[in-house]
């Protein structure tokens, strides 16, 4: 349980949690006797609401909403699966609920104690409907925790923090791990909810340096670490990439970088997706600072090539066109999943995606 917990405190590690709005600049409602279709119209010209009532009149009206913009916009693969999700934030990012002593102003809505945490100086505010919507789903997954394969506890993320759905990558890098000679000094990159961190520590690796760019993920990987009593063993620094990392001395880097090209907005969004240049900063620097000592592990996938996304592999493009880095050795595991009679264009996906390990090491300079 975690209610025990001492409150975030958001100077600390200048945690970011969604904006909120005075109840004042939102003064349209949508209530159980509004016109559905008369409120699409409003939104789609811009206009914002609040709704008023019951939660169940939110809820109904979002679902509502959502079946509208499936209609409009149907899913047939990745890209239109883009469109449609850029339709419904369009829309629902206008829509907000009201907070009022730390609770929504909406009878029978459900309560979160993450109000009062991330606005103990605010007790009357606007909150989008959606934000509010992924701060409970947040707050699930913080409370009862996952556990993954081969860990011997759960972990909590904290709101706004990134980490796996999926567990084939992570298995490939535990038995990696398990196959090969321990190491001493690690950099965990891009940390996010600290998963592989907890599998280097669970491994024997004496030292981590874990970074994130997102001080959420910083503050849940520190919680984490403190819950179990290993914080001794992990540095934690809020950085991208090598800046500010003594990376000269490690023996092993892991980066498990977003693995699909697209545009960014958030912090989680840049755990998923990257823009173009990422990875070829990501190899520029690392060519800078590591030594041909250091074991480079990148979990990826094979994702946005069997969804026609992009046929141009980052780290296929690293070893055979810069050749800053060797191939030493890859590992790949299918994506399992479990037989549906209902295809759609995912599980077909799904058929052909397999989760990869590659192990680099960095080339020595040319003369």
């Known amino acids: 349980m975690h209610e025990n917990k001492p409150r975030p405190d958001p100077t600390e590690f200048n945690l970011q949690f969604p904006a909120t709005k005075p109840v004042e600049e939102v003064p349209a409602h949508i209530t159980a006797a509004s016109n559905n279709r008369q409120m699409l119209k409003q939104l789609e010209r811009g206009e914002e ?19 509208q913009v499936n209609e409009r916009y149907p899913i047939t693969d990745y890209v239109s699966s883009r469109i449609n999700r850029e339709k419904m934030v369009y829309l629902t990012e ?44 947040a707050r699930q997954w913080f409370e009862k925790g996952i556990l993954y394969p081969g860990l011997h506890h759960k972990i909590h993320p904290f709101y706004g923090t990134y980490f796996p759905t999926r567990t084939e990558h992570l298995e490939l890098f535990d038995q990696w791990l398990a196959d090969n000679p321990p190491f001493e ?21 004496k030292t981590i340096t874990a970074t994130d760019i997102n001080p959420n993920a910083l503050w849940s990987v520190r919680e984490e670490l403190q819950k179990h009593k290993t914080e ?98 890859k590992l790949e595991k299918p994506i399992q999943q479990k037989p549906s009679s209902r295809k759609n264009w995912l599980e077909k996906i799904r058929e052909e995606e397999k989760a990869e390990l590659w192990i680099l090491q960095k080339q020595p300079h040319s003369a």
């Open 232 to 329: 001794a063993r992990v540095k934690l620094q809020h950085t991208s990439f090598f800046e500010t990392i003594a990376s000269e001395t490690a023996d092993l880097l892991v980066f498990n970088p977003p693995w699909l090209p697209m545009d960014t907005h958030t912090n989680i969004d840049k755990a998923m997706y990257y823009e173009p240049g990422f990875f070829d900063e990501f190899f520029r620097q690392g060519y800078e600072h590591l030594t041909s000592h250091t074991t480079i592990a990148i979990l990826f996938s094979n994702f946005a090539s069997v969804a026609g996304i992009s046929h141009e592999h980052p780290v296929e493009k690293e070893i055979t066109q810069n050749k800053r880095f060797a191939l030493v050795e």
């Open 94 to 137: 206008k829509l907000f609920i009201r907070i009022h002593n730390h609770h929504p102003d909406l009878a029978k809505a459900p309560a979160n104690p993450w109000l009062i945490e991330f606005y103990s100086h605010s007790a009357d505010f606007l909150l989008p409907f959606t934000d509010y919507l992924g701060m409970n789903g």
């Open 49 to 67: 609401f609040c709704f008023r009532g019951t939660w169940g009149t939110a809820m109904d009206f979002y679902s509502w909403l959502k079946k």
């Open 185 to 205: 000094k690690a950099i965990d990159m891009g940390t996010g909810c600290g998963v592989l961190t907890f599998y280097m520590l669970k491994r024997g690796i």
